[in-house]
């Protein structure tokens, strides 16, 4: 996660790396991670059930979810974590 001033904003990702920093053939030591993270940072409530955090990452279209507790980042929560959640039990539409 990338932050100004103590808050997270943003995510920089695989995704963000591959699209955007390493077409560019840039030096990687003087990248600034936040220059190309991904923002606004889309968050799920830590008490969100597994279907909530589905419907936020398709409505957004994003992989991956900032966990919030207390309103501070405590995780992340991933498409592959979606995708054990679907494997252990049914998921209901």
């Known amino acids: 996660m990338v932050s ?7 995510i ?3 995704r963000d790396l591959l699209s955007k920093v390493l077409p560019e053939k840039k030096d990687l030591a003087k990248v600034a991670v936040g220059a190309y993270a991904s923002s606004p940072l889309v ?5 969100a059930d597994v279907k909530e955090a589905a419907r936020i990452m ?5 992989r991956r979810l ?5 309103g501070q980042p405590a995780g992340i929560f991933t498409a592959a974590d979606l995708a054990k ?9």
């Open 4 to 10: 100004s001033k103590g808050v997270a904003n943003a």
């Open 12 to 14: 920089f990702t695989e």
């Open 43 to 47: 968050t799920v409530a830590g008490g």
């Open 58 to 62: 398709t409505q957004m279209k994003v």
């Open 66 to 70: 900032v966990v919030v507790r207390d």
């Open 85 to 93: 959640a679907a494997g252990k039990s049914p998921l209901e539409i």
